[in-house]
């Protein structure tokens, strides 16, 4: 035991833009801060918020999630997808899988003293919308 102790994770990042962008790994940049980063994060430190049971897991999601549709065929969309051209409903798609994936890790997690929930944290007066179109800011 080295000690390490996660009483609780808190998975907050968050991105939305009008353009299309790859990040150096090669994904769809909303796919990956919204939902991919915080998945791998949260399964790295599992063992670790088992171990320091009682535990949990927020993840910090949407409303936009409600205009959300999930095609297993096509996650990070293509550039001719009107998905993306769409903003707020790819962005939706992203906090759609981030709910899902929160609602199975705390059922697969059951019986272990570690809870995942998701929020939508409400509105906020902060930059996160300065590259969407003004009206919606």
Do not use: W
Not at 44 to 69: E, F
Not at 86 to 107: A, D, F, P, V
């Amino acid at each position: 035991d080295d000690g390490m102790k996660i009483d609780a994770l808190i998975n907050n990042a968050g991105f939305c833009s009008q353009s299309r962008y790859t990040t150096p790994d090669g994904l769809e940049s909303m796919l990956q801060v919204n939902h991919l980063g915080h998945m791998l994060l949260t399964n790295l430190v599992l063992d670790v918020l088992k171990a320091s049971a009682p535990s949990r897991i927020v993840h910090l999601s949407s409303l936009a999630h409600a205009y959300g549709t999930i095609d297993l065929e096509q996650l990070e969309g293509t550039d001719d997808d009107p998905l993306n051209k769409i903003t707020m409903l790819h962005y939706g798609n992203t906090k759609l899988m981030q709910i899902l994936y929160s609602n199975e890790l705390n059922r697969r997690l059951a019986g272990t003293g570690v809870v995942s929930n998701s929020v939508h944290p409400g509105a906020v007066d902060s930059e996160f919308v300065r590259f969407l179109p003004e009206f919606i800011q």
